[in-house]
T-cell receptor, first 116, second 113 residues
Framework: GAVVSQHPSWVICKSGTSVKIECRSLDFQATTMFWYRQFPKQSLMLMAT?????????EQGVEKDKFLINHASLTLSTLTVTSAHPEDSSFYICSARKTGNLEKLFFGSGTQLSVL | GENVEQHPSTLSVQEGDSAVIKCTYS??????FPWYKQELGKRPQLIID?????GEKKDQRIAVTLNKTAKHFSLHITETQPEDSAVYFC????????????FGKGTTLSVSS
């Protein structure tokens, strides 16, 4: 199989605080992971590409200092939303590709972030 | 930049009818085109995919066709069932496979019995 675990599944935080979201590939190694953001009833918007052992590549318009990505191992990438504000409230979902498999993406279960 | 257009945004069919969802892409270097099904509150699940060297692929009631010249691809679901009701997303690889996927805006399919 190809299981991607994402935690937490939901989080409520106060404005100005930071939130860390973890994405783990449980049964495979993932050199590359991707972070997407999804607003209600909308599409998945690519935020950044996370590469193990190197800096993430951010999409245009995504603030790298606000959305910190760390991919320290072949099975774990983290997204930290720093100084969160209500407009950061969204569904964040990670995906991973098996090392050596250039195609199929497997998605985590997503994290619903609500910033009060 | 690259863009993926998806139509229609909503689609309602009767059980047993066929459903067709169409997508177009802008990046001529794209060569991998997956389709995902997302049920409410759940993660997207890959249902079928196609590479640019193939024109059509079928898996039971689901088929995908690709016209690389016209840069469009379509999802065909035959003999629809209520459990097919979900949001369907098409995607195209940014450039060659191995890079990020760019998603269409999604189609909400409702199958009534």
């Amino acid at each position: 199989g190809a299981v991607v675990s994402q935690h937490p599944s939901w989080v409520i935080c106060k404005s100005g605080t930071s939130v860390k979201i973890e994405c783990r590939s449980l049964d495979f190694q993932a050199t590359t992971m991707f972070w997407y953001r999804q607003f209600p009833k909308q599409s998945l918007m690519l935020m950044a590409t996370s590469n193990e052992g190197s800096k993430a590549t951010y999409e245009q318009g995504v603030e790298k200092d606000k959305f910190l990505i760390n991919h320290a191992s072949l099975t774990l990438s983290t997204l930290t939303v720093t100084s969160a504000h209500p407009e950061d409230s969204s569904f964040y979902i990670c995906s991973a590709r098996k090392t050596g498999n250039l195609e199929k993406l497997f998605f985590g279960s997503g994290t619903q972030l609500s910033v009060l | 930049g690259e863009n993926v257009e998806q139509h229609p945004s909503t689609l309602s069919v009767q059980e047993g009818d066929s459903a067709v969802i169409k997508c177009t892409y802008s990046d001529s270097a794209s060569n991998y085109f997956p389709w995902y099904k997302q049920e409410l509150g759940k993660r997207p699940q890959l249902i079928i995919d196609i590479r640019s060297n193939v024109g059509e692929k079928k898996d039971q009631r689901i088929a995908v066709t690709l016209n690389k010249t016209a840069k469009h691809f379509s999802l065909h679901i035959t003999e629809t069932q209520p459990e097919d009701s979900a949001v369907y997303f098409c995607a195209a690889s940014r450039g060659q496979a191995g890079t990020a996927l760019i998603f269409g805006k999604g189609t909400t399919l409702s199958v009534s019995s």
